[in-house]
């Protein structure tokens, strides 16, 4: 995987090893599998929340991941011009390169472990495209989409970016260097992340070595889902199986346990490590809209047809 790598993981500042008698172990609440679909101009996703009940995911909303897939010539796909209201979108690309461009003036690139932020907010239109170069080659494409949801308060302000490079990702080690951690937003064990939040959460993406353990503090007032990228393993004390595809819900406590399988040829654990604080306030999603109220759903689409949420530029 492309996404940001050391050569060696004991020149990275350690995160501590967790007090079980300070904090409890998280156990594991639900493993489900994710389902494959198609998004956007066809390119292939897992559905990595399918069948978990929304006050589980609270702040979440949905999330996909893009991929694995190697294309041919000419076969990489994108998004068309759509728009979003209500909440922001989390891009982070682990394998390939993705361009977008909003109705605001925005745009750019996002490319091997590269984190574009967009928040929605009142409303903007945007468009997610692989360019030219790589529709004319083909090439692998993997990344993941993580919808964070905006408390009523925030729903309307304006939209904005931020492109958090590969080079700003905060990378960590366990207290042990058994594994590789990228804490793109939130705190782990007294150090930050880049991402900025209207909703508290953290965002980890770890590589843990075959047979390694990794046990990470995480914030009491924050849930915890685990989602595996590649590879097999384990999560919690308990040794709860979890596989390429599967989420993990861990319930309350003060501290996570993910263990990677060491079978003769196993490669490393790729886990997505999320959190957020719920919001606690009613949801009402349909399409690109992640609003309050069925009112403010239908306000959202008729502000799109009437052109309220911006232009597609020339």
Do not use: C
């Not at 360019?131 to 993580?146: A, I, N």
């Not at 003060?254 to 399988?261: E, I, K, P, S």
Request: aromatic content about 6%.
């Amino acid at each position: 995987m492309p996404a940001v790598t050391v050569d060696d993981l004991l020149v990275l500042p350690r995160v501590a090893r967790p007090d079980p008698a300070a904090s409890p172990e998280r156990p594991v609440r639900s493993v489900t599998v994710a389902p494959r679909g198609f998004e956007g101009e066809g390119f292939p996703v897992h559905r990595a929340f399918a069948g978990v009940a929304q006050r589980d995911l609270d702040p979440f909303i949905h999330m996909d991941e893009m991929g694995e897939v190697d294309y041919g010539p000419g076969e990489p796909k994108g998004t068309p011009w759509h728009p979003h209201r209500g909440f922001e979108t989390v891009t982070y690309m682990i394998d390939g390169i993705f361009r977008h461009q909003d109705s605001i003036g925005g745009g750019g690139v996002i490319s091997d472990g590269d984190t574009q932020w967009m928040t929605a907010g009142a409303g903007i239109l945007h468009i997610e495209a692989p360019p030219e170069e790589l529709v004319v080659s083909g090439g692998l494409f993997h990344g993941v989409q993580l919808w964070v949801n905006l408390p009523a308060a925030s729903k309307w302000t304006p939209p904005r970016y931020q492109d958090i490079g590969r080079a700003s990702v905060r990378l960590l080690t366990s207290h042990d260097g058994g594994a590789l951690i990228r804490l793109v937003a939130g705190s782990l064990g007294g150090h930050d992340g880049p991402g900025v939040t209207h909703t508290p959460i953290t965002f980890v993406h770890a590589t843990v070595e075959p047979g390694a353990r990794l046990e990470l503090p995480w914030p009491a007032e924050q849930n915890a889902l685990v989602y595996v990228l590649s590879g097999q393993g384990s999560v919690t004390s308990a040794a709860q199986p979890i596989s390429a595809g599967r989420l993990a819900v861990l319930g309350a406590g003060g501290h996570l346990v993910v263990t990677a399988g060491q079978a003769a040829g196993s490669a490393p654990l790729e886990v997505l490590l999320l959190g957020g604080v719920p919001i606690g306030e009613p949801v009402a999603w349909h399409g690109p809209f992640v609003m309050n109220t069925e009112a403010e759903l239908r306000q959202a689409f008729e502000d799109f047809r009437h052109g309220r949420l911006g232009q597609v530029p020339a």
